[in-house]
């Protein structure tokens, strides 16, 4: 080995060293967030007052550490029961969809940490739940679904909002009652169905009574019209009939053929009709 390439070693690996190290700085220092995070920087053991955007990031190495925080909107699913307001056990499955304020981060990641769905979330939609579930009867949170939703939305928003978590939307997907609860709630609708069936009925028979009633006003009031009218053309025929009227009206309906017999008991006879010979009035000694 030459004397130059001996004096030239040390300062190869120097600048080995010198590169690696640089190289170790820079994937350090160098620091992407990915979409729909937020990056928290603790330096130090001490969580920064701003989050990092999503991108990419210098951060001063070795010190500094970067926790990634889901912002996007997610679901929580949770079962939980209450006491509605007439005293019935009511179970329910209730679905949430959430998601971190990006501005508030920083305060989540630092008071709760990064499990703050089991830490608030999932207490808080229980006890909003059990507080709205209080308010209605049993029945009452069947039919008015969706005001007991609208109701435990405002619960859980106003109750999560300190921690900087944002609620858009709640639904009571399933309720569970008790199996005597189930079969009153049965037994009711029932007899409501067979009530209003039965009204429907008796507006049927009201209905086809008021029709026989007009119909028979109908032909009442039509009879009347006719013995009115009939009884004015009696009255008009009376008051302008004249002998020559007669006559006339006769003459009129007459069929041209004489009559044969008076109507007397018995027959007598006025014509012959069968031959033009005068009758035999002589008779036998």
């Known amino acids: 080995m030459s004397k130059r390439q001996v004096n030239n070693h040390p300062i190869t690996i120097i600048a080995g060293f010198i590169l690696l190290l640089a190289i170790v700085i820079s994937y350090n220092a160098i620091h992407i967030v990915e979409p729909g995070n937020v990056g928290v920087v603790v330096r130090l053991g001490k969580a920064q007052p701003d989050a990092l955007a999503e991108g990419v990031h210098l951060v001063v190495p070795f010190i500094t550490v970067v926790k990634p925080l889901d912002i996007k909107i997610k679901k929580a699913e949770v079962k ?27 305060k989540l990641f630092r008071d709760i940490g ?6 608030v979330i999932e207490p808080q939609i229980q006890e909003s739940f059990k507080a709205g ?5 049993a ?8 005001d007991v939703s609208a109701g435990i ?19 009571i997907t399933n309720f569970d009652f008790s199996q005597e609860f189930n079969r009153a709630i049965e037994e009711k609708m029932t007899a409501e169905q067979r009530a209003l069936q ?18 028979a006003r109908g032909e009442a009031e039509a009879v009347m019209e006719r013995a009115k009218a009939e009884a004015e053309a009696l009255n008009l025929k009376k008051q302008y009939a ?13 069929d041209g053929q004489l ?23 002589d008779t036998k000694k």
């Open 133 to 137: 579930a209080a308010k209605y009867t």
């Open 242 to 254: 004249t002998p020559e009227l007669i006559w006339l009206s006769a003459v009129e309906k007459w």
């Open 80 to 106: 939980t029961a209450a006491a509605s307001k007439d005293l019935q056990t009511v179970n329910a499955e209730i679905v949430v969809n959430y998601r971190i304020d990006k501005n508030n981060a920083v």
């Open 198 to 215: 039965a009204e429907k009925e008796l507006e049927r028979y009201k209905f086809e009574a008021r029709q026989k009633v007009e119909t």
């Open 139 to 146: 029945e009452a949170l069947i039919t008015e679904r969706s």
């Open 259 to 281: 009559p044969t017999h008076l109507f007397a008991a018995p027959p007598i006879p006025v014509f012959n009709t069968e031959s033009n010979t005068e009758p035999n009035t």
């Open 153 to 171: 939305r405002e619960s859980i928003s106003s109750r999560m909002q300190q921690f900087g978590v944002i609620i858009d939307a709640v639904n």
């Open 114 to 119: 990064v499990n703050y769905l089991a830490t």
